[in-house]
């Protein structure tokens, strides 16, 4: 019975340990567009971050970074954002 316990204690463990990592790759992925966005159009809205914060999809998040590098001004990405995010 104690070796159920200590299974399912690890296997808690575990699970939480790659929702925490997942977790910290999107909070890492959606700083770098944010920083991305200031760097070429300075300035960033507020609803872009509170855009940005909502996004669940580090595949998202990655294909917005690239777009963003290449965007001119807060129109050009909100129209990728508005693709992305449907």
């Known amino acids: 019975m104690i070796k159920v316990f200590e299974y399912a204690?690890?296997?808690g463990?575990?699970?939480?340990?790659?929702?925490?990592?997942?977790?910290?790759?999107l909070s890492t992925a959606k700083?770098?567009?944010l920083e991305i966005l200031e760097e070429t159009i300075e300035?960033?809205?507020?609803?872009?971050?509170k855009k940005v914060q909502q996004i669940t999809s580090q595949t998202t998040l990655?294909?917005?970074?690239?777009?963003?590098i290449h965007c001119n001004n807060i129109n050009d990405f909100n129209k990728k954002l508005a693709m992305a995010v449907v």
Do not use: H, S, T, W
């Open 62 to 68: 990655k294909g917005l970074a690239r777009q963003a």
């Open 13 to 25: 463990f575990d699970e939480g340990y790659d929702i925490g990592k997942n977790e910290g790759v």
């Open 43 to 49: 300035v960033v809205p507020e609803y872009i971050e």
């Open 9 to 11: 204690k690890e296997k």
């Open 31 to 33: 700083q770098m567009l």
